[in-house]
């Protein structure tokens, strides 16, 4: 190997250390819009665009995602926003539209749609969030 290679080798593994905590980064977990470790600002607003195909399985009864720790869900006849984390020890709940209720994978919690404890171990509700419809945007205010 000459200079010219070993200079231009030891360029390239720089680029790749220079890159390495931009692209590390990227994938981090408060960059993850469904990240629930991270409660949004009480006050803010959370909207979502119902026309966009990220969104599109909220347009179905049953349909639901969870955004910004926010368990968004068309329960048919509304849609609901309640806390995504568990009360009992913090897993990600979701809803079940067969038993229109939200139920806990972790320890079997359940609660209702406006996010009541109905079987524990939970003690304590998930709270729950106004949520506006108007044309294709729903506004959650937190
Ligand atoms: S974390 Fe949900 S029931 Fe335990």
Redesign the pocket.
């Known amino acids: 190997m000459n200079r010219r290679e070993s200079l231009r080798k030891a360029l390239q593994g720089g680029a790749v250390l220079f890159l390495a905590p931009a692209v590390l980064q990227s994938c981090s977990k408060d960059d993850d819009p469904n990240n629930n470790g991270t409660p949004p600002p009480a006050g803010s607003k959370i909207t979502i665009d119902l026309s966009l195909p990220e969104n599109a399985s909220l347009n179905t009864a049953g349909g639901s995602k969870v955004v910004q720790s926010v368990l968004v869900a068309n329960t048919g006849s509304a849609f609901i926003a309640l806390s995504s984390v ?6 990600t ?1 979701a809803y079940v539209h067969g038993a229109s209720n939200v139920q ?6 359940v609660f209702t749609t406006s996010g009541s404890v109905t079987t ?3 003690t304590s509700a998930l709270t729950s969030y106004p949520v506006a419809k108007s044309g294709n945007i729903l506004t959650i205010s937190l």
């Open positions: 568990c009360t009992h020890q913090g897993c709940v806990c994978p972790c320890h079997g919690s524990g171990p939970a």
